[in-house]
């Protein structure tokens, strides 16, 4: 028999290699972090200083971006295969599979945009410890991201409005996540206290663990209905 | 609703596989199925009939608890889904119209991982074995979207053959007869029969022939409040 | 009080405080008027579906 | 108690009593909040007359506030207890709740342009609110963003329960950056320590606002009723030969 933990990290390891096999999706999520991020120097000129300063915000903002299209079709392929009724069938409990979901989902939307963030950040202009800290700091609030999106999209599936849709639950929710993780990285930058904002950010991102498995399983639960 | 405390002390083998006590599920807020009452022995096999949209596929995804029921209970080889979901989970294998292959996986990962998710942990050859039964081995490394419906449609029956070791368990299987070919519709058969032969049980849904003899019926249209189940005949 | 003519100046603020107000019920306005008109329809609408089952048991 | 409201007919009896008393007292406290507001309150030592707007913006405010409240309040009865007037009491008072964030917002830049020459300051108050009537918009667009009006109650419902538990946080942090980029928040609005002369105003046009927000939440809940039943008539149309169920 199987432990409960056995079939989430078989759910795990079968969605990344699902997410393998389309390598290319990745880079196109990376491309896009990529030219969000240097629209803004595009749009505020070279001044180095300046977008020094600005630079958290800036990468922040372009990995919400970013990383929300993507949250809308999370499950609506696994939904129209039937793998998501098989999972409402499985003995492992749902909000356990949507864990796994939500962690397999920060591995393929949210690592590749982290990867690529230093060197984004060089060429806002930030100190190389800098790059540490954001870097750190993304990983945590992008988990925060993947855990709100997985409740998003559960809550739209099967709705019959797509796209920027789930941007309008999605934001209002993630807005506290951008606020301390733009903290947190800024103290890192201009050598202030960190502390203080990474333990909201953690804290938050605690909350939503707790909170968006067993959200996320009871509207797909509601969808599959 | 049915107390979760007048639970079923039957020894587990001897459980029925199936009881249905005066069970009614609302679809779009409309009673589809209203006090149905119905029970299924080892070894036995129900069929569910009628019209499209008179309730078949409603009655199957409700037995996999699915779909909450208004009222009227059901239980699993004794178990209630509302005493004890995961292991009412483990009393049954549910085949629904949609073949739940993940698209973006070879035959044998889908397979792999809807054997997973029901909560087996088959070794690589027992998933060949499996796939061999339906004549899909040759195609374990074709993408699913690859393949064509009918293979995909019998991959998802290869799940089947995984399940020989747990007998127990209620096959709810939602027109598994529908677009399959001579052969496949044999293979199907003879998996049905070895699992009645252990001591399991199914209920199947489908239109016109099925090279199955029904122990029961259930026509859904014409059930309004009562069983109707069909006549008696032994298993020849 | 100040009079007449300086009450609607407002001490000089007039512009700022009426349109304030005005917009506050401009929008309670258009929200209880939508909601009006909606519920004579569907409740007009239903009526005139029951009459026509003629089985009688019109909204009150 | 609960099933005893959840019968629709029981319900349509109750709110037959509830709405006269409802629009009676709204017509009433509004007419002496706008006497006092207007005529019978001193104008403030330092905001002079614009303190005026204050009468709308804080109880607008309040109720935005309170009207979220009671639709997460109803979205956990719908959703516990499966009753399925709460989700239409949900439904029924997410416009007029919304209607009291926007009120709140444009009165709050209103009073913003005389005292700060920008029609827009980010203080933490104004910034929350823009936040919440953003989950208003969420809920409403998710609420009917269903083929089928129905299939939108419980994922709505949800999202109003997820709102609510994000709501201090989201106040949390809005507070937590304000004071660590602007310093203490700029727009002082009074509050218990205010002239009581001021506090009687605000507090009878709040009580205008409550008896505005029951009384149109209530005709709009018998209107999702009548249409629901409208639905259920031409559903039982559509299929004769399920005959008279």
Redesign the interface.
């Known amino acids: 028999m199987t432990t409960l933990l056995s079939i989430p990290m078989m759910l795990f390891v079968h969605d990344l290699r699902a997410a393998c096999r389309y390598p290319g999706d990745m880079l196109a999520s990376v491309m896009f972090f990529v030219m969000i991020t240097t629209l803004v120097p595009l749009g505020l000129g070279p001044d180095q200083a300046l977008l020094a300063q600005i630079a958290p915000a800036i990468i922040w903002i372009a990995v919400m971006l970013a990383s929300l299209p993507q949250m809308d079709r999370l499950y609506t392929r696994e939904a129209r295969d039937g793998v998501l009724e098989q999972m409402l069938v499985s003995p492992a409990p749902m909000p356990l599979l949507m864990l796994a979901k939500a962690l397999a989902a920060w591995v393929i939307i949210i690592l590749p945009l982290i990867l690529s963030a230093p060197v984004l950040a060089v060429m806002l202009g930030l100190s190389i410890n800098g790059l540490l800290a954001i870097v750190a700091f993304l990983g945590l609030g992008g988990l925060c991201l993947v855990l709100i999106g997985s409740?998003a999209a559960?809550?739209?599936?099967?709705?019959?409005?797509s796209g920027v849709?789930i941007a309008?639950?999605v934001?209002?929710?993630a807005?506290?996540v951008l606020?301390?993780g733009v903290?947190a990285t800024t103290a890192v930058l201009t050598g202030g206290d960190a502390i203080g904002h990474l333990m909201?950010l953690a804290a938050?991102t605690l909350?939503l663990l707790v909170?968006a498995p067993p959200?996320s399983a009871?509207?797909i639960r509601?969808?599959e209905e | 609703m049915m107390g979760a405390t007048q639970s079923y002390e039957l020894g587990f083998m001897t459980a029925p596989r199936l009881i249905i006590r005066d069970l009614t599920i609302s679809r779009?807020?409309?009673?589809l199925i209203t006090g149905l009452n119905a029970q299924l022995e080892q070894g036995q096999v129900m069929l569910l009939r009628g019209p499209n949209g008179c309730g078949k596929t409603t009655l199957l995804r409700g037995l996999a608890g699915l779909i909450p029921q208004d009222h009227g209970d059901f239980a699993i080889n004794g178990i209630s889904a509302a005493s004890d979901h995961a292991n009412m989970m483990r009393q049954l294998v549910l085949i629904g119209h949609r073949n739940a292959n993940a698209e973006s996986l070879d035959a044998y990962h889908a397979l792999a991982m809807t054997a997973g998710l029901a909560g087996l942990a088959p070794s690589a050859d027992h998933i060949m074995m499996a796939l061999e039964t339906f004549a899909m081995a040759g195609l374990a490394k074709r993408q699913i979207s690859h393949l064509s419906a009918g293979q995909q449609r019998r991959l998802a029956l290869a799940r089947l053959a995984l399940f020989t070791a747990e007998p127990h368990r209620l096959w709810l299987m939602d027109e598994p007869f529908n677009a399959l070919d001579d052969d496949a519709a044999s293979t199907l058969n003879h998996l049905l029969n070895h699992h009645l032969e252990s001591g399991g049980a199914a209920v199947i849904s489908g239109h016109g022939a099925m090279p199955i003899t029904a122990n029961q019926t259930l026509h859904l249209d014409q059930l309004k409040g009562q069983t109707q189940s069909g006549k008696k005949e032994d298993r020849s | 009080?100040s009079s007449d003519l300086g009450?609607f100046a407002?001490?000089?603020?007039?512009f700022?405080?009426w349109?304030?107000?005005g917009?506050?019920a401009g929008?309670?306005i258009?929200?209880?008027c939508?909601?009006?008109i909606?519920?004579y329809l569907?409740?007009e609408?239903?009526n005139r579906?029951?009459t026509d089952?003629t089985d009688g048991d019109h909204?009150? | 108690m609960f099933d005893y409201l959840a019968n629709p007919t029981r319900f349509?009896a109750i709110t037959a009593v509830i709405f006269p008393v409802a629009v009676a007292v709204t017509v009433a406290a509004l007419l002496y909040g706008l006497y006092l507001a207007?005529?019978a309150s001193p104008?403030d030592y330092q905001q002079?007359?614009?303190v005026?707007?204050m009468y709308?913006?804080v109880p607008?405010a309040w109720m935005a506030l309170l009207a979220y409240l009671a639709m997460a309040v109803a979205a956990i009865f719908y959703?516990v207890w499966r009753h399925p007037l709460a989700d239409i009491g949900a439904r029924a008072m997410a416009?007029?709740g919304a209607?009291f964030a926007?009120?709140t917002l444009?009165?709050g830049s209103?009073?913003g342009?005389?005292m700060w020459g920008t029609w827009w300051v980010w203080d933490a108050r104004l910034t929350s609110m823009l936040?919440l009537f953003?989950?208003y918009?969420?809920y409403i667009?998710?609420a009917d963003?269903?083929?089928?009006p129905?299939?939108?109650s419980?994922?709505?419902s949800?999202?109003l329960?997820?709102?609510v538990?994000?709501l201090p946080?989201?106040k949390?942090?809005?507070d937590?950056?304000n004071t660590?980029h602007q310093g203490s928040s700029v727009l002082r609005f009074g509050g218990p320590s205010i002239d009581p002369a001021m506090l009687l105003p605000l507090l009878v046009m709040a009580l205008a606002m409550l008896g505005?927000f029951i009384s149109?939440s209530i005709?709009?809940m018998?209107?999702l009723l009548?249409?629901r039943?409208?639905n259920?008539?031409?559903?039982r149309e559509q299929s004769p030969q399920r005959g008279k169920?």
């Open positions: 409740m559960g809550l739209t599936l099967g709705s019959r409005r849709f309008l639950i934001l209002p929710l807005m506290p606020i301390f903290m909201l938050l909350i909170l959200v009871a509207a509601f969808a | 779009g807020g409309y009673p | 009080m009450f407002m001490g000089g603020y007039g700022y405080i349109s304030s107000w917009v506050a929008i309670l258009a929200v209880t939508h909601s009006l909606r519920s569907i409740k609408q239903l579906h029951l089952k909204l009150d | 349509r207007f005529f104008a002079g007359e614009t005026r707007i709308i913006h607008a959703l416009v007029p209607s926007l009120i444009l009165t209103f009073w342009r005389p936040i953003f989950l918009l969420g667009a998710l963003g269903f083929e089928r129905e299939r939108g419980k994922p709505a949800l999202l329960v997820v709102g538990i994000n946080i989201i949390f942090s809005v937590w950056w660590l505005w149109v005709l709009r018998n209107t009548a249409q039943r409208l259920v008539l031409e559903i169920v």
